[in-house]
């Protein structure tokens, strides 16, 4: 068979139509996954129990056929796995113990022991690499250092990151403890996910954006670039996809220095600056505003044209700039993927 569109475009191909997939396809704008999740209980039993999360995974390809899959689980598991507690409140989003001291720090789990929390997830995986269709490639993730570092210290989510900036600026070390120890476990994690037959995988930075300067290259850049070096010396041909989100100007020379294959973009930088200075770099992802998916019509029919059309002159992975919402319509998904693989006149 010919090799799978996505790991085409991250070889560096540009093709007429790129792959596509969306970030967040399984979720609860799907009447589907809504069902399953409560046959799981809730969202992290949901995590835990791969033959559910295979199935919740499957959903989206059977129903749009998107290019890839991305394995089901959530970028909070690693904290667990390192000994936090997490829950989930409905309706509210994620909460955690919370770690603000050397002490706390010092006092997490060995990176050895995540394996014993994350088994499940590599289960799942291995599922999924026997269940996928053969032209839909598997991708796993994990949440980047800094963006998992915020909740964890946080506790929960938070609009400006301030628990998080706070310990950084008030122990700078201890901090830097913190981002090493998920930095280990998340290479850890990565490698277990390739191990069980994942053929890319994504870091997340959602929270990228709020660091300036010195802190975004010692917590956004330096982590992801760690990562990679780790994962391309264990698995070379594997590739990375980084997605340091609001980054802005800052998304150029990201691939270059980290050494990743593909960098995901979000919407606040335009297809149009980013095939000038990110994609004759790197491999780009993105970045279709996730509203389109909500009100669909014109709009979005004339968006998802002039994001790959501006884009087509490189290796480019058509996807949102963030999560589909709750809200969206699936129809508005079929949409996009109909008006992006239409031929062009
Ligand atoms: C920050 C972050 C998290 N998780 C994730 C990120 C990084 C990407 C981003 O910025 O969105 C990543 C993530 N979370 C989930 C996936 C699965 C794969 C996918 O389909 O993309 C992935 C890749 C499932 C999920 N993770 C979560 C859901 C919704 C939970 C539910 O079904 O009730 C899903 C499908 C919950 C979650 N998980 C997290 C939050 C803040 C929340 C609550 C907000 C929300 O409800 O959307 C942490």
Redesign the pocket.
């Known amino acids: 068979m010919a090799e799978k569109l996505l790991m085409r475009a991250l070889g560096g191909e540009t093709l007429d139509v790129p792959p596509a997939w969306m970030?967040?396809?399984?979720?609860?704008y799907l009447p589907e996954?809504r069902a399953t999740?409560a046959q799981a209980g809730d969202?992290l039993s949901?995590c835990y129990n791969p033959e559910l999360a295979a199935e919740v995974?499957l959903q989206p390809i059977r129903r749009f056929g998107f290019d890839a899959a991305?394995?089901?689980?959530?970028?909070?598991l690693v904290p667990q796995a390192l000994g936090a507690d997490l829950w989930?409140v409905?309706g509210e989003?994620?909460r955690l113990s919370t770690i603000t001291t050397r002490d706390e720090v010092d006092a997490l789990k060995p990176v050895d022991a995540i394996h014993e929390t994350l088994n499940p997830i590599y289960e799942t995986v291995r599922i999924l690499s026997r269940e996928l269709p053969a032209e839909t490639a598997l991708i796993g993730?994990a949440?980047a250092p800094w963006?998992v570092a915020t909740?964890m210290v946080a506790g929960r989510?938070t609009p400006d990151q301030g628990p998080a900036h706070a310990f950084k600026d008030g122990d700078r070390a201890a901090f830097t403890a913190l981002i090493d120890r998920i930095t280990a476990a998340t290479i850890e994690y990565l490698s277990a996910q390739i191990d069980a037959g994942a053929e890319v995988v994504?870091v997340?930075d959602?929270w990228a954006g709020s660091l300036k300067g010195a802190d975004f290259d010692d917590f956004a850049l330096t982590p992801a670039k760690a990562i990679v070096a780790a994962l391309k010396a264990r698995h070379p041909g594997v590739p990375v996809i980084v997605f340091p989100?609001e980054a802005g100007e800052a998304y150029k020379g990201f691939g270059p220095a980290t050494g990743a294959d593909c960098v995901a973009l979000d919407q606040s930088v335009s297809a149009e600056w980013a095939a000038a200075h990110v994609q004759p770099e790197v491999c780009t992802q993105g970045n279709l505003a996730p509203e389109h998916m909500v009100t669909g019509g014109q709009a979005l029919v004339d968006e998802v044209r002039r994001i790959r059309d501006a884009f087509s002159g490189g290796p480019h992975i058509f996807n949102l700039g963030?999560?589909i919402t709750?809200d969206a319509d699936p129809d508005n998904v079929a949409l996009m993927l109909e008006t992006l693989r239409e031929t062009r006149g």
Request: positive net charge; hydrophobic residues 40%.
């Open positions: 970030m967040r396809q399984a979720g609860r996954y999740r969202f949901l995974t991305i394995l089901f689980a959530d970028i909070l989930f409905t989003g994620p993730f949440g963006t909740y989510g994504k997340f959602s989100r963030h999560g709750p």
